[in-house]
């Protein structure tokens, strides 16, 4: 296994061949039963004339490949030592698919905002099961896990339906300044990953080759983070969980499993 970037500095490092051939031949049936079996969370995002780009959400406890691959892949136990971490909890899952010829970008953004947790040892796995070439792949604005937090907006008409219009700054332009604002992104094989932290400014762009672009990607939560819940939906949304737990608590809950312990070392 080797470790590109510095996760300290960035908030996004490459994880060069850590899953095995099977743990890949198991992501890719995982996500495959996804998409043969959407689950009302389901969405398409991009336009009816582009190609297609398909997002699906916490589909783990119905779709047994997809839980096998959370419990026995290294994914949860790489995000614990990135976050130093004695315990990693599943947060959610999420699939995006674009086929070939999809024009769509992924548009700068980031996640926590979408969220209902609090916290900063947290980190977010992009795990493709085809070959990502660089235009293709995640890219990050390096550094911007530090803050601050940006307007969350909908990806395909730019509307503000988390924060109130004006709560929260508009995202820059980064093109603008590249001295300022480093873009940083690797082109992925199968068997390698992306993990990244959720506040991290990241996007992505198209597919224009033959391929398909399968991305299976996993959210774990270290030790520092708590619920919190918000007084709209979230995305993913967790109906319900307000009554079930406490603000500034911890996620103690069936839907958030612990999937990794740190090992005890002795003498």
Not at 244 to 256: I, M, Q, R, S, V
Request: one cysteine or more; glycine letters at 8%; hydrophobic letters at 40%.
């Amino acid at each position: 296994m080797i470790v590109e970037g510095d996760w300290e500095r960035d908030g996004a490092v490459c994880v060069r061949g850590a899953f095995s051939p099977e743990l890949v031949e198991l992501a890719t049936e995982a996500i495959e039963s996804n998409l043969a079996d959407l689950s009302p969370l389901a969405k398409r995002a991009s336009a009816a004339d582009d190609g297609a780009f398909v997002e699906d959400f916490r589909n783990w406890d119905r779709i047994q490949p997809l839980e096998r691959f959370i419990r026995t892949s290294p994914g949860a136990s790489i995000a614990g030592q990135l976050t130093g971490s004695e315990h990693i909890r599943f947060y959610h899952d999420h699939v995006l698919v674009k086929e070939p010829g999809t024009r769509q970008a992924t548009p700068w953004h980031q996640d926590q905002p979408y969220y209902n947790v609090a916290g900063t040892q947290n980190a977010s796995m992009w795990f493709p099961v085809d070959p990502v070439d660089r235009s293709s792949t995640l890219e990050f604005i390096a550094g911007s896990h530090k803050g601050p937090w940006y307007m969350p907006r909908a990806f395909l008409d730019d509307q503000a339906k988390w924060f109130p219009e004006g709560s929260l700054a508009e995202l820059p332009d980064f093109s603008a300044d590249p001295d300022r604002y480093r873009v940083i992104g690797w082109e992925l094989e199968p068997g390698d990953a992306v993990f990244f932290n959720m506040v991290i400014v990241h996007g992505s762009g198209g597919v224009s080759g033959p391929h398909r672009r399968r991305v299976l990607s996993l959210r774990f939560l270290g030790d520092d983070m708590v619920f919190a819940p918000r007084p709209w939906v979230t995305s993913p949304p967790f109906p319900g969980l307000e009554d079930e737990l406490t603000a500034g608590g911890p996620l103690d809950h069936p839907l958030f499993p612990v999937v990794w312990t740190r090992p005890e070392t002795t003498g």
